[in-house]
């Protein structure tokens, strides 16, 4: 059994189209995501209808619930919307009700059975949504996010960092799909073999001209949207 692990789409459905078609190129039927299907980026309802396709096990992350509050609070939308671009404008436009439900009714973590392991899923860490755990991060911290937890591995999401680190518990973090931080224009994802913990880190190449056209549309004042998207790349401009 093997299974896909996604993690910060945010809204960027020619990165999700990207990874989607290797994963079915894999014959791969179920997908672990670990939230942020939505912000910085411009096509959230396309990527809800994309990995509605595929058996989706699935977890909230911040801009999701930024989302949820942007809703019904224009405030709250000002506030997101000067800080990240008007990534949340787009869900506001185009989810119907039953987007909005799904959004909704997902949990911030979860613990999860997968072939032989026990996994547990959280977006930042298991006690914080928000919490950044990186590959450097000290000891404590790293003792912190395994505590109380007798399983297999945590998954984790938030950073863009992609991330493994032996355990047990092992922690893996697959990077981000729709906005990697380490090396722009490479969507980042994970295979995990179920029955054994063994875990492949993947870089799937995606339409960079495509979304930086759409950043210079929608968020012309927001210029580092457009420039991360090549940071750490040697062969275009970096950011």
Request: net charge negative; aromatic share 8%.
């Amino acid at each position: 059994m093997r299974v896909a692990l996604l993690a910060d789409i945010h809204a960027n459905i020619a990165a999700l189209d990207a990874v989607l078609a290797e994963v079915r190129r894999e014959g791969i039927a179920q997908l672990v995501l670990l939230g942020d299907f939505v912000g910085y980026f411009y096509e959230p309802r396309a990527v809800i209808e994309a990995l509605a396709q595929f058996d989706c096990i699935a977890i909230r992350g911040n801009h999701d619930r930024m989302a949820i509050e942007a809703r019904s609070d224009g405030a709250r939308l000002r506030q997101y919307r000067s800080r990240y671009g008007s990534g949340l404008d787009a869900v506001i436009e185009q989810f119907d009700a039953e987007h909005w439900q799904w959004l909704g009714a997902l949990p911030e973590t979860r613990d999860v059975a997968l072939g032989t392991l026990k996994v547990r899923l959280a977006h930042g860490a298991p006690f914080d949504p928000d919490a950044y755990i990186y590959p450097d991060s000290s000891q404590d911290r790293f003792a912190q996010v395994v505590e109380g937890f007798d399983g297999d591995a945590i998954w984790l999401g938030h950073t863009h960092w992609p991330m493994m680190r032996p355990g047990p518990p092992a922690l893996v973090n697959p990077g981000s799909v729709g906005q990697p931080r380490d090396i722009g224009g490479l969507a980042s994802w994970a295979i995990v073999h179920a029955d054994t913990g063994v875990t492949a880190m993947r870089r799937t190449e995606f339409d960079v001209a495509g979304l930086q056209s759409a950043c210079a549309a929608r968020d012309p004042d927001r210029i580092a949207l457009s420039r991360r998207l090549m940071r750490g790349r040697l062969d275009r401009a970096a950011a």
